[in-house]
């Protein structure tokens, strides 16, 4: 009996209210939050197609991500917390999302225009 009345006065003072964006903001900003998801994403890729060749690189994956987040300046926890107030938040995921999908079709469109030139014979 004393349970129920516990949880609606928390539920009431905003215990199970997600966060305000604001929060996920001042913990890390958007703009920095899409560019380290963007070298998580890119590394993640490598990381998988690497680990086809050569798979012990799974053992240096934890430096990997350290390069990552020092490349940030922030640290793994930061990010986790931000990463878990921005998912409360889904039009703010979806932004962030859709940021990282224009900046993977610029880095393919670039990687695109750098190819070398093929064969003749490979040509199709």
Same mark, same amino acid.
């Given at each position: ?25 001042? &913990? ?43 490349? #940030? ?15 409360? #938040? ?5 932004? &962030? #999302? ?27």
């Amino acid at each position: 009996m004393i349970f129920l009345p516990a949880l609606i006065l928390l539920g009431s003072c905003g215990f199970f209210r997600a966060p305000g964006k604001d929060r996920c903001e001042k &913990i890390l900003p958007m703009e920095k939050m899409t560019a380290i998801l963007t070298d998580v994403y890119l590394l993640e890729g490598f990381l998988a197609e690497e680990s086809g060749y050569n798979p012990e690189i799974t053992d240096s994956a934890k430096y990997f991500y350290a390069w990552v987040f020092d490349k #940030h300046n922030t640290s793994y926890e930061e990010f986790q917390d931000a990463l878990d107030c921005y998912l409360l #938040h889904r039009s703010d995921m979806e932004k &962030i #999302h859709e940021e990282m999908l224009n900046r993977f079709s610029i880095m393919e469109g670039e990687a695109r225009a750098t190819r070398l030139p093929r064969a003749p014979d490979q040509e199709k």
